[in-house]
Each structure stands twice: as C-alpha cells, then as structure tokens.
C-alpha cells in the first residue's frame, strides 16, 4: 500500500492485523517470556529471597560442591553461588535496562527528526551514525567505559550510546516516506490536516520495527555487558555480576567447571530468550 | 483413446494423437477446496489452447503440475500423458528429463524472470545446453536464429546484455526464444502479455501464433483476457474453480456460450479491455450449479 | 566506477572526519582532565600541570585536535601515556597476531558460513536444514567469552590439547604457531559464522523462490547446476557487502579472545590502554580501527559496483 493510499483509505500497512492461524504464543515464546519474567523478578527480589549475603566469604568451605545449604555450591572465595547469582541478575537486568532507556532516549528523537526534517541535519546526523557504527561496538564500549570509569552505570549509558544510531538510523527510513513526492501531492490535494493524519498512520507501521530492533539490542546489550564485566569493566568486584564472577570462576576452572559453566548458560539463556521475544513480536506486528 | 472422466475434456473427437494428455488432474494443499479439481484437455501440435477463467481457477496450476513444477506441498493425482507416456507417479528425474526438451514454460514476469546478474546469451546458452549436446559454435547460432525468431533486432547487443537493460517485452522474447532454443514440443505460456504494454502485447501474440505454426508446438495460453484469446487459440477452456466449465474450438465458446460463466466472461470482454480489476471483481456468483459445457456437440452432465 | 567512487567519498570523507572528532573525543570526555586521570586523582597542581605541558593538554581543545589530526595525518600518533614512547611503536608489534587471528577468522567464516547458509537455504525444507538454521540462531547470540573460557578450560586446562597461553610466533616453530593460534581462530569465528550462515540462506532462498528459478526450472536446467549458479554469481554480491560488518565483529571479539588466550594484539592493548589509563594509546587504536572498517566498506562498494551489473548501471 503506499502513502497516498493509507492516507485516503485512513488504512495502514497491517501492523496488528493478524489471521488467526498465525499464533504468537507458541510454547517456545511462553518459555522465553517466563525466563526474562523470571530474571527481573529475581533482580528485582534478590535481597529479600537469596539464601546468603553474595559478599560474605568463607576461606573454611572453598568450591562447595552443590549441597542442601548451597544449592549451587560456593565459589573461591567460600561464598554462595547461587545468590551471587541472584544478585547477578539484579545488575544484568539494571544495566540492561539503562542502555535501553539511553538508546531509546537518544534514538527515537535522534530518528525522528533526521527522517522529518531531512537536509542538512539529515545528512551531517547519519554520517555522525555511520561514524559511531563504524567503531567495532565492543571496541568503543571497552574504550569509553576506560575513559569515563568503570562501574555498572557509566558503561551501561555508554552503550546506549553507541547502540542509539542503529534505532535513529531505522525510524529515520520508516517515516522517510512521509516526505516522499507521492504523499506531499496528496496532502496539498485534500488539505494540510492530512499531514497529521499521515504521521497517525505512518508513525505506528514506523515504530513497530523499532521496538522489535530494541528487543535485539537489549539481548546484545545484556551480552556485552556481561563481556565488560569479564574485562573487569563493568560492576566493580567484589560485587557480584554474571561476566564478573565468570572471570573469577574461570582461573580456577580446573578445580571447579562448574562455576564457569553455569553463570554463563545463565548468560545465554537470557539474552536468548530476549532476542526470541523479539522474534515473536516481529511475528506478532508483521514486521517483514 | 480412454476417458476415465465424465466431465468434458477438449478435443476427444480430435483426429490426430495429442502430444499432451491431461485426464482427470487434481491438485490438492489439502484445504477446503481443491486448487484443481477435475481438469481434462489435450494439446495437439501446431494448435494454441486458450485457457480463460479468473484469478484462483487453477490455470497457472493445472500448466506447473503438467510440468511437474506444482509446489512442493500439493498432492497431484490424476493422469498427465507427455506423447503416451505417464507422468503422475514418475520419478523426479525422468520428470526432470522432460522438461526443457519435452515441455517448458513462460510466465507473466518478464524481467524477473531472468537471472539479474547474468548476461542473456550465458542464459540462453545454459537454457539451451541443458537440453542438446552441442559445439560452442553450434550453440550460438542456434541462440542467434531463435532471437531472430521472436523478431529482436540488434541481436548481439540483447546477447551482452544484462535482464534490466532490456524492456519487459524484449524479455518476454528472451523467454521465448529460450523456450525455442531448448526444443520443447509442449509450451506453457502463462499469462505472458499480461505485464506488458498494449501495443508490445499484440507483438508477442503473434509471435506466440507464428511459432506454434512454423515449428508445430502444442502451446496452452493462459489468459485473464478471453477477448485476446478468441484472436490467437484454435481451441478454448474455461475454467471456474478448478474445474473445466466449457471448451470447443473458440468461435464456437464464443460465439455460442453456454455456460452462464462464459456468457458473464464475455459479456465482461468491453468493460475489461486493458485492465483487468473489473474483471476480477466481477459478482462472486456460484456457478457451480451448472453443468459443463462442451462444443463438440453435446452437452455433459457432471 | 570513477563516478562511483566520488560519490563514495562524498560520503566516506565526513564519516572518516567524524570518526577522528569521535576518538579525539575520549580525551576530552574524561572526568577532570586526562593528566587528572593519569595521577589517580592527585591534587598536587604542579604535577598537573607539568604533566598537561608535556603532553599539550594545556593548550585550547581544537588547538589539541588541529595537532593531533595534524601528527596522525603524517603516521604520528603522539606520545604514550603509560610508556613514554611513541604510540606507533606500541601498536606496531601487536599487528601481527592480530592480523592473523581477524584474517584467518574471517576466512573461516566466510568458507563455513557461505558452505553451510546454501546448504541450510537449499535444505530449508528438510528437518536438517531447520536444525542448522536454529543452531545459528544459537550461535550469534552466544557470549565469546563464554565459549572461548569453557574451550580454554576443557581443550588446554583439562585435556591438554591445545595451548591456551599466549602467541608462539612462526619463527619459533610452525607447529608450534598453529597450535596457539587454533582455538583463538576457531572460537573468534563462531559468531561471525553464525551471522554469515543466517546473511547467505536469506540470500540464497530469496534467489530460489524467484521467478528466474522457476524459469530457468521449466526451461529444463538441472537443480544441480541452479544451484552452482545461484552460488556463484547471486550469492557473492550480499556476502561481499557483509565482510566489513564481519569485520567489525571480529575486531570487536578480538578483544577478548587477546585477553582470554593472553595474545599480544591489539584486543589486548585497548585492554591495556584502559587500565593504565594511557589514552594517547586508546585513542590511536579506536581510530585506526574504525578507520579500516570503513576503509573495507569502501572497498567492498567498488567490488560490487565492478562485478555487479545493475549497479554498474545505476552509476554510469
Ligand atoms: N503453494 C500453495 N499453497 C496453497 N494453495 C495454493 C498454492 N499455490 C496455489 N494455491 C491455490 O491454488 C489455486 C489456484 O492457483 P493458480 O495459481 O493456479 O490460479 P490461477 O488461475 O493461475 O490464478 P491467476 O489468474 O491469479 O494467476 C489458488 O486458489 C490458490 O489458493
Ligand atoms: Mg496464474
């Protein structure tokens, strides 16, 4: 359909229009959602439902295998696997919520106004995205972390910097035909009035993408920033993170695999399981 | 000759062997209705078979599954004979024979229906040796002559071309000649003016009947526009949900339909010319009440 | 091609000029000053200011940025921080291992990830080709560093296969080189493959279910030869103008693989860089990266637009 024919038909694109056949809650996306439900939950609960302070060390009880106490056994250090974990997911579920408000924040209106204005703001903020995307992201977030300070809020805000060109340089195609000769000649033929009208109906089919493209970037925002805290980078140690605890774990892989195993299945099982709610909501909007 | 269907296949009376022999086909995704139900026809050598009948009666379908190219998730049965011999139930590779050599097939897209990065004469040369042995030099002038065939004028250039440096119609020609050039007996031309220019749609007709006199090709042409095939066929189907509803030679259907599916078809012929919208949106009347209809001279009762 | 390339440039020219506004910046960004961050926080002012002296950082921002373009346009990329010597001199020697480990992986890469896409995309139908399609949806969302530590830890630690510390150059023995570049290479691979594998099958099945396909089908050419086809000519134009995404991935992962297997390349020197707050260093680095990344995409534009006969046409 294009432009001039959603604004005269008051019709859009099919974002939400779905055929019964096609079923959005498949046993897989109930999993997903269940696991991402499942880690905001226990970052959000952490201090009242983790069997045991993430900091107290125990030198006596080193690499506990799992046991009734300590479900998952203990790391070097004596402490609690399983509430570093708990406490992990706290900072995994923060930080990847900041570098999502920043990449939106920055993004939406970043894209927004290089699509509806065009000219020479266009030009000079795509280039500036060509810029920041041409940096190898891990590269530019190692880099900035370096220079601004570790710590879980710095680095996370860095990464929705350096994520925020992706999602200004999709809006800004999405409402790009707007602007495109066909809709301006209709909107002088039935009124300036339309231009709003048009934005009602373009802006939706704009943004559906958009959110399905955050959903990929918060799974990889998650991933990097578990790699910044392997990198040491990230939340400061002794406090606990997912990649943090994966460094120490690692040095002592011999002694213990099971320690460098299991914070990382939790790694991916979480970013998988935002990035395939993505999927189902691409399914879900009819993004192509 | 067998029949195994009551329903009216064209042509029995016919006094030469057709090449083709489609009895009884159905094709099935195994939704509510059958995509085709019950189709019976025959193509004989240097005749055109127009098949009328608007979107979704299962002309494009009955010509893919006679190819052996129907989707992968369609359950074919019935009988589809290529010079006496069966093809429902062969095996793929003895299909795969067929085509090409035997039988082939256009379409409605033009220059899509070219490999974009690939040069015409590499295509045509491809097209051509997958279907005859023979020398490089050979293999050219065989290219050479079947453009000329189809009328293209500066044939080296089309040859160095690349699809989207040619027009739709100079494409549909490149199709043609590719058809040509692999020998076939049986030729499937399915709407292939329907994306073209008005005037550039009478060049092809032509094309189309001229090839089909001067080499003996048994052609079936699928067409939304019944007007365009009373011009070029010998003989007519009509088809109305997978079904054949009328067939006879085409002055006959036309001049004396009898089905009502046929008679609202080419009432629809001066309203339609150049677009075919208002043709497709034509009443959704249920005409399957109706007996079918064939000109031979009598009238069956499905 | 030559009209191609200017307007390339057009392009290419701002971005390259915004990427080095973009690493000046890391300098100016730093909270109280690099020579404030240098010292830890030291409030002694004279040190301070001796320090801004000696690395000009007392002089006006732009004034800054004019010296430093000035020196990297020439190959001088001003002073280490951390070592006192010029920056060119730390990042030379990590080259080597660096080079090889990005050019190996992507040539891993691009022959598993085209071998396996067409595969995936000519089998799409089949149970196999869904199962190879869904693992690379596992596989480019699975942590490096996960994967590289849980490898390092069985393969080197546990089994002792494969060295897992450090980069035995090929002059110590060839043997011995590619073994401590094996792991790395295999492992920096696995995302970039994955990504390659999903780019070539959506290319390839976009390919087979054309029209031409279908044409070429009922014109009698043999599957087989469809598919060699489709590989040969239609596939290379998306996988070209994929290798400077891999690119990036690979150098983004390089960091750390070069901190996992302990490899002296230039992964390990941002890391290094950061800790020892040597920014002269980070900058020089972040630049020259991101400056090859564009570089390669330029690159793969021309390529195309050369082998490519639609660009070609659009630009001529
Ligand atoms: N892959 C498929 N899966 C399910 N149904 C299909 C498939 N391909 C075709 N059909 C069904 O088969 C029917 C006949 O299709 P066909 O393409 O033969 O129609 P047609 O007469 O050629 O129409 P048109 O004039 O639009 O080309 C259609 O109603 C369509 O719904
Ligand atoms: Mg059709």
Redesign the pocket.
Known sequence: MTIAQQITTGRTAPVGKRTRSDRVLTPTVVFTLAVVALVIAVGLLAPLIAPFDPLTTNSGNTFASPSAEHWLGTDQAGRDVLSRLMYGATASFRGTAIAVAVFMVIGVPWGLAAGYLGGPFDEASMRLADAILSIPGLVLAVAITGVVGSGLNMSMVALGFIFSPSIAMLLRSNILPIRRADYLLVARSLGVSNLRAAFRHVLPNAFAPVLVQACSLASIAMIVQAALGFLGLGVNPPHPSWGGDLADAYLFFTEAPFATVVPGLVIVLAAFSISRIGDALRAWLHVG | MSQPSAVPHESEHHDAEPILSVRGLQVD?G?PHQ?VADVSLDLHAGQILGVA?Q????????ALAALGLA?T??DVSGSIRFKGRELVGAKESERAKVRGSGMTMIFQETVTALNPVVQIERQLELALRANVACSKAEAKDRIVQALQDVQLRDVSRVLESYPHELSGGMCQRVMIAMALVCGADVLFAD?PTTALDVTVQREVMDIIRRITDERKLAVML?S?DIGVLDEVSDRLVVMYRGRVIETGPSSAVIARPQHPYTKALINSIPRIHGSHNEFIEMPPLDFEEFAPVDHQGREVVA | MMRMFLRRLRVVIPTLFLITLLSFMLRVIIPGGPADALLGGSDNPDTIKMINERYGLDRPVWEQYLSWIGGVLRGDFGISYATGLPVVDVIAPRLASTLEIVGFGMVVSLVLGMAIGMFAAIKRETRVGRFVFAASGLGVSVPVFWISTMCAGIFGAMLGLLPVNGYVPWFSGVSAHLQSITMPVLLIAVPPTAFTIRHVRSAMVAALDSPYVRAARAMGVSSARIHFDLALRNAVGPVITFIPFLASTLVGELVIIDVVFVLPGLGASIVDAVHFRDFAALQAIVLLLAVAVVMLSLIADLVLTAIDPRRRKAVS
């Open positions: 995704f939704g995509a009948g979107s979704g009666s299962g002309k494009s379908l009955t989707p998730n369609a709407e699928i939304h």
